[in-house]
């Protein structure tokens, strides 16, 4: 219990400002008209006064100083708030209003949190949530959309090919500038093997200039066979997994040209072990 007390005691003592007296400067300047500064200044000491604490009309009886600024901001307002005491800032903070006539919930909030010193952030409460908060993350960039067209030699492993094999692919892609996010289907025939994949990609870029190395991992669902004689042969079907690394060409213009290494990997076994697919290629993002 006396523990507890102790730590009680701590609390009430530690507590920003309670109860003090605070003088508000005011928030005019040459940038907005009076009558707007005017009106902030009061929502000031108007939420002072509600938060239990005294507004004095002398600087020098004051425990603490407020000072608002007004900054216009196209059709919006930004308003900061200091807390001073004597010669010294304790703690500043701002907030955006995104029209006079929402000032009053921002002032009262961001009042709250400077007197606390804490930061708005972690001071919301019901019904003070701003437009411009409740729009944040519902804003996105926009994605350059493009197709993906590949060609280039393949040569399969587990799959009894005699030959070197055909590779083609194509994608519906979306360039994020650092990386690329693919839906995708590919595959490779030759010497009676055939490896087929469909499913998604991405690719990370190493920098954001015109030539750019790559590294990349596609993953889905696909299909083998091996060439044994028969119709079918040995088929077999299972996920897939396939590095890639490449450099991209002309990255700043509209169409950007890959060149690539790609090794795929069935995660399914046919009579000889893992079907494997290796892959030189050619693209064109468009």
């Known amino acids: ?63 603490f100083v407020l000072l608002p600024k007004l900054i216009p901001l196209g059709s919006a307002y930004i308003v900061n708030l200091e807390k001073w005491k004597g010669n010294k800032r304790l703690y500043s903070n701002k907030m955006k209003s995104a029209q006079l006539e929402n000032m009053d919930e921002v002032v009262k ?10 930061r708005t952030s972690e001071d919301v409460r019901v019904g003070e949530v701003t437009e411009q908060e409740s729009d944040e993350g519902q804003r996105r960039r926009p994605a350059r959309q493009v197709r993906y067209f590949a060609l280039g030699p393949a040569g399969f492993g587990n799959l009894s090919a ?12 979306f360039d994020v500038n650092q990386a690329i996010i693919r839906i995708r289907g590919e595959g490779a025939f030759g010497g009676g093997a055939l490896f ?3 499913g998604l990609g991405a690719s ?5 200039e015109d030539t750019a190395p790559f590294v990349g991992l596609d993953f889905g669902y696909g299909v083998s ?44 076994r046919n009579s000889i072990g893992n079907p494997m697919l290796f892959v030189i290629r050619v693209g064109l993002y468009f």
């Open 162 to 173: 005699n030959s070197v094999g055909v590779y083609v692919a194509g994608a519906y892609a």
């Open 204 to 208: 990370y870029f190493f920098s954001l």
């Open 1 to 63: 219990m006396k523990k507890i007390g102790i730590f009680l005691m701590c609390a009430v003592c530690g507590a920003p400002a309670f109860g003090a007296t605070f003088f508000v400067e005011s928030a005019g300047n040459s940038h907005v008209p009076d009558s707007d500064a005017a009106s902030v200044t009061q929502l000031v000491k108007a939420s002072v006064g509600e938060l239990g604490h005294d507004v004095v009309l002398e600087r020098s009886a004051a425990d």
């Open 196 to 198: 087929a994949d469909f």
């Open 225 to 268: 066979r091996v060439n044994n004689g028969t119709l079918f042969g040995d088929t077999v079907t299972g996920f897939v997994l396939a590095p890639i690394i490449g450099v991209q060409f002309m990255r700043t213009s509209s169409v950007n040209l890959e060149v690539a290494g790609r090794a795929a990997f069935l995660l399914s």
């Open 109 to 118: 909030r961001l009042t709250r949190a400077v007197i606390s010193e804490v």
